[in-house]
């Protein structure tokens, strides 16, 4: 009521000035007046990064007054996810959608059909096409809310270069290839190390297809295969744990150097053991929180949304863990 009375207000004085204010008098509710917007929540996979992003949702949800609807993929792929996104078309009650594209191009498809049955897309953690929603081949979402992952890459590339003493070979497990996140990262551990480290050599990357089990078995391999194995990166939760895994069953821990991506306990425990050299945090939870709070901002008629946010990392080593500032940002999954 009072927001009504506050337009009547605008458009007499636009009257008075004439103008028109027409483009300031957008609908604060997409679903119509009087009736709250409704989010679909579907992220890649279960694991303790989404589940931390879930958290971030809810709790933006909670605060703006919000309903959601979460669906979370038990295992990682275009196939699992689709069925999971077709439903939640299906059911007709969701006006936003916060996601996070298992494939950057496969998923294009299926996220466009969603746009054309009246839901608005804002991607998290991963992007569509190459990210780039105003001059990419894909601009239909919203924004992509997620990590710098080439920049992420470089960083881990120069943690892993520094522990090895700038020579040897190093190897790489990651998950999937087409995954913007993983892929990111590979890019910018591959470039950092041919730029600044040409003694070091890069093996892989093996996709473990977001198993663990499958990330320690391939590294346990290469283990075998390469005696002089310096140092490994794991591009995600399930990459780096399987890798560390690997290493402590090897009986390689301190001489391997492992750098994980994603600040799990149980990365966080091989870094205290010693087998992990760093840690990379992603901000899972603000992705979720900020997806919310843009899809309100949206409903509500804001036009200058950032199409692209950075929510940074905290790198995490043995020397600053305890620090509260950065210990905040190791993963907290409830229950
Ligand atoms: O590393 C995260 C996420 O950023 C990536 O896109 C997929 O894997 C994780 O969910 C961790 O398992």
Redesign the pocket.
Known sequence: MERRIFLSLLGASAAVAGTSLRPFIAPAHAAGEGKKIKIGFLP??V?P??QVMQVGVEAAAKDLGLEVVTQIPQTWGVDVQTPILDAMVARGDLNYLIT?PTDKDQMVGPLKAAVDAGIKVITV??FLGDGDYVKGPVTFPISYIG?DNVEGGRISARGLAKAIGGKGSVYINS?NPN?S??EGREQGFKEVMAKEFPDIKVLGPDYNL?DMNKAQQQTAAVLEREQNLGGVFG????SAQGAGTAVVNAGLGGHVQVVA??ATKAAIELMNNGVVTLVLA?KPFDMGYMGVEFAQADAAGVTSLPRRVQTGFAIIDKDNVKDPAIARFIYQVPG
């Not at 591009?235 to 399930?238: A, G, L, R």
């Open positions: 890649g996979v694991d990064f989404y996070a953690d991963t990590s998950t995954v996140s993983v977001d591009t995600n939760v399930f991506y994603d992603q």
